[in-house]
């Protein structure tokens, strides 16, 4: 007789199973400056990473920093390209693999 897992929904279609990707939080790093952080990924997972802000900035002169993935290090940095940039939006990168 086959095991395994799965779960439907309530139309009856399947929505998890033993073979579905799951995301699995890895870590978490506050961030306010530029930097990086070199991560282990499981081998054959997809990394992924998500910056959640302290709080919500409105109006003019706050920066968000880019967040990106390259390789096994996790990258991010506040652009300073517009000259009204008076504060960096400090906040937690998530990240993590499926």
């Given at each position: 007789?086959?095991?395994?897992?799965?779960?439907?929904?309530?139309?009856?279609l399947?929505?998890?199973s033993?073979?579905?990707?799951?995301?699995?939080?890895?870590g978490?790093?506050y961030v306010?400056?530029?930097?990086?952080?070199?991560?282990?990924?499981?081998?054959?997972?997809?990394?992924?990473?998500?910056?959640?802000?302290?709080?919500?900035?409105?109006g003019?002169?706050?920066?968000?920093?880019?967040?990106?993935?390259v390789?096994?290090?996790?990258?991010?940095?506040?652009?300073?390209?517009?000259?009204?940039i008076t504060?960096?939006?400090p906040?937690?990168i998530?990240?993590?693999?499926?």
């Open positions: 007789m086959p095991q395994g897992l799965q779960v439907f929904n309530g139309s009856g399947e929505e998890l033993l073979t579905t990707r799951i995301p699995k939080i890895l978490t790093v306010n400056s530029n930097g990086s952080l070199a991560i282990t990924v499981p081998a054959g997972n997809t990394p992924f990473a998500m910056f959640v802000p302290d709080a919500i900035y409105q003019i002169g706050y920066a968000y920093p880019s967040v990106k993935i390789g096994s290090v996790i990258q991010w940095s506040y652009s300073n390209r517009d000259y009204a504060s960096y939006v906040g937690t998530t990240y993590g693999c499926y």
